[in-house]
């Protein structure tokens, strides 16, 4: 198994410098003109209808939501309900009884919501050396500095197809090993719904999330992955403000490893939640 690679031990010609004051970036006020050396920018306008509308606070300091203690994890009885759900789903996808697609699709998600939590928790922050970059470089307020790396923003197209290579084969093993009855042509559109959804839904959303604002159909990379979607039904409904603030705290605390398909987290005790409100968004001021 390899090491744990620290951030500050890989290119530390790189490092980025961090935001000195408490002020944050100006973004917040509609200031910003930080001009990165990718395509997407950090604009002079923003469009607040789209990102951080519903969950900025006051502009003139960094936000609870970019503290570390803004943030508490989500306790025993949090946990022991979210692995409850996952009992009680499993007694459903060995229900014959139930109609096939409803045990796939709770299958699905179930193996989804873990492989993300996994991949990210494991892999991405123990071997993944431009991932480590990425959470270095980025500020403390989520905005990226002038010449960030751009390839840590998108996923490319061949972890999409790896997603869903890798979703045939383990869906169809536990449709084999549980004698579920699934059939197995079932099994491959459940796969590419897993991998399309991720790749349409991460490549606009961490965009979103680093306040990068692209042009429609805009590619950060030249690995040809999904492009950013302005149009993305999402974007700016309290789903994606939840995404947007789950995927903040994982920057800011150590969890919260699922961006796209909540759930492990909960199961496996990862999960924090902001402090201001019970659900954890944070309530306007």
């Known amino acids: 198994m390899a090491a744990c690679i620290s951030p500050f031990a890989v290119l530390p010609q790189r490092l980025a410098v961090k935001c000195p004051t408490t002020t944050g970036r100006s973004f917040l006020s509609g200031e910003t003109r930080l ?5 997407c920018r950090m604009p002079q306008t923003r469009k607040v209808s789209v990102v951080r509308s519903a969950l900025a606070a006051d502009p003139s300091e960094v936000a609870p939501y970019f503290k570390p203690e803004g943030w508490k994890k989500v306790g025993v009885v ?5 692995i409850g759900t996952v009992v009680a ?15 796939l699709a709770l299958l699905t998600y179930f ?3 873990s492989a993300e939590w996994g991949f990210h928790k494991f892999d ?14 980025t500020n403390q ?3 990226m500095p002038e010449g960030f790396d751009i390839n840590a923003i998108q996923f490319p197209r061949s972890a999409s197809i790896k997603i869903a290579g890798l979703g045939v084969v383990v869906l169809s093993a536990f449709d084999f090993a549980l004698r579920l009855g699934i059939p197995y042509w079932e099994v491959v559109p459940a796969a590419l719904a897993v991998a399309v959804s991720h790749a349409l839904i991460w490549n606009t959303l961490h965009p ?15 690995s040809n992955g999904a492009a950013f979607n302005a149009d993305f039904p999402l974007r700016g409904t309290a789903i994606w403000n939840w995404l947007l603030l789950n995927h903040t705290g994982h920057h800011t605390i150590v969890g919260n490893y699922n961006c796209v398909f909540p759930g492990a987290d909960n199961i496996y005790g990862t999960m924090y939640t902001h402090k201001e409100t019970a659900a954890g968004v944070p309530s306007r001021r």
Do not use: W
Not at 78 to 82: I, N, P, W, Y
Not at 89 to 103: E, I, Q, S, T
Not at 127 to 137: A, S
């Open 35 to 39: 001009r990165p050396s990718a395509g």
């Open 78 to 82: 949090g946990q022991a309900t979210a």
């Open 89 to 103: 789903g499993f007694g459903a996808v060995m229900d014959h009884d139930l109609p096939a697609p409803m045990r």
């Open 111 to 113: 193996l989804a919501t």
């Open 124 to 137: 991405m922050h123990q071997t993944d050396v431009g991932h480590i970059f990425h959470h270095n470089e």
């Open 141 to 143: 307020d989520m905005s």
């Open 208 to 222: 979103d999330t680093h306040y990068l604002v692209c042009e429609d159909g805009e590619k950060m990379s030249d």
